[in-house]
């Protein structure tokens, strides 16, 4: 696993695909909802962490776990697999290879199950009106 992490370009790739990710993610009206009044800054610091430790890099994240992360966010398969396209499509933007492209995919497709809380089959497609109420 530390080859991905060496493949997305160690600290600095992480880094640079975090930010580059978040500015897509706070951009786009169907995953923007999930993200207001979010502390954008921290957030970012834990995804660092996060992905450094899930990619084979140092292990320094001390976080929630993931279903406690995303525990009554009610994310939906559908915003799920919108994340991750946007991050995805982030790394092969900057440059990271196809194969470790895919391979952060493989390894986000594994914790599905973590993040989606929404009831199986409900498969609501990402919306406005499927984010979580702002008012």
Excluded: C, N
């Excluded at 994240?61 to 697999?81: C, K, M, P, V, Y």
């Amino acid at each position: 696993m530390t080859e991905i992490y060496d493949r997305l370009g160690g600290p600095d790739g992480v880094r640079t695909a975090v930010s580059v990710f978040y500015q897509r993610v706070t951009a786009d009206p169907e995953l923007a909802p999930w993200f207001e009044g979010i502390d954008l800054d921290r957030l970012q610091a834990h995804q660092r962490a996060f992905l450094a430790a899930a990619f084979g890099g140092p292990r320094v994240f001390s976080g929630r776990t993931l279903s406690e992360a995303h525990a009554g966010l009610e994310i939906t398969d559908a915003a799920f697999d919108r994340i991750v396209e946007t991050l995805m499509t982030s790394l092969a933007d900057l440059g990271v290879d196809a194969q470790a492209v895919v391979a952060v995919g493989e390894r986000l497709e594994e914790v599905r199950g973590e993040i989606v809380t929404t009831v199986p089959g409900a498969d609501d497609p990402v919306s406005a009106a499927s984010a979580p109420s702002t008012t």
